[in-house]
């Protein structure tokens, strides 16, 4: 079945504990991307990547670290998470970069910071 | 400042259709604008893109307004199936920017 997946679904950890939730696609696309969804304020992304070891940043990358050293796998990595980094995670994929595909979402990671 | 603006909700009734508007008034010429919509506790679902022309899937259609500044989502005989969070959004290269949404209540 082709899907997204995310590791793990719901994760509570504390202020500066390095922590990273991962992301894998198996419909060999090209473009990964995360955002993060709060309340009120829509999906906003965080980063994205077209290819292997080509990524850059989208709207609101402060506080997050991302590679991609496999076509599969996208990780985002939190180094030292505040709890202004509550929030709700989605990972998402599409067959090219660019403007007009389809990008298919994970179900999503339901991250805590105390 | 947001680049697309939704209404937060709007209510249909079942089987008659719905028109979803969203203005973005700073779109440039090379944005797509697509749509995507949410159910309870999952992830975003494509639904329609487009750039200039109006655009039909199986789903829905899209129309854009001439000047490109706004656009609507139609669907054309509601469902409850189809009570979700509508997302529109702007697609400027390789950077998506979603609106807040508008929730779509559908009464039976």
């Known amino acids: 079945e082709a899907q997204v997946t995310q590791n793990p679904r719901y994760l509570i950890t504390v202020t500066g504990k390095k922590l990273t939730v991962t992301c894998s696609q198996n419909?060999?696309?090209?473009?990964m991307s995360w955002y993060r969804q709060d309340p009120g304020l829509g999906l906003r992304q965080i980063y994205y990547?077209?290819?292997?070891?080509?990524?850059d940043k989208g709207d609101v990358p402060e506080g997050y670290k991302v590679s991609r050293k496999e076509k599969r796998n996208f990780p985002l990595i939190l180094e030292s998470p505040s709890p202004n980094q509550t929030s709700l995670y989605f990972c998402?994929?599409?067959?090219?970069?660019?403007?007009?595909?389809?990008?298919?979402f994970g179900p999503g990671t339901r991250l805590t910071v105390l | 400042d947001a680049k697309t603006t939704q209404p937060n909700s709007m209510e249909s009734n079942e089987e008659e259709p719905v028109h979803l508007p969203c203005n973005h008034s700073t779109i440039s010429g090379t944005d797509y604008i697509h749509w995507y919509r949410q159910l309870p506790s999952q992830g975003p679902e494509y639904v329609i893109h487009?750039?200039?022309s109006n655009v039909n899937n199986r789903m829905a259609s899209l129309a854009i307004a001439e000047d490109r500044k706004s656009s609507t989502l139609i669907l054309h005989r509601a469902t409850l199936r189809d009570a979700a969070v509508y997302y529109c959004?702007?697609?400027?290269?390789?950077?998506?920017?979603f609106g807040s949404g508008t929730k779509l209540n559908v009464k039976p």
């Open positions: 998402a994929s599409s067959l090219k970069t660019g403007e007009g595909y389809e990008q298919f």
């Open positions: 990547s077209m290819n292997v070891e080509v990524t």
């Open positions: 419909m060999n696309h090209e473009y």
């Open positions: 487009g750039l200039t």
């Open positions: 959004i702007l697609n400027s290269f390789n950077k998506f920017y």
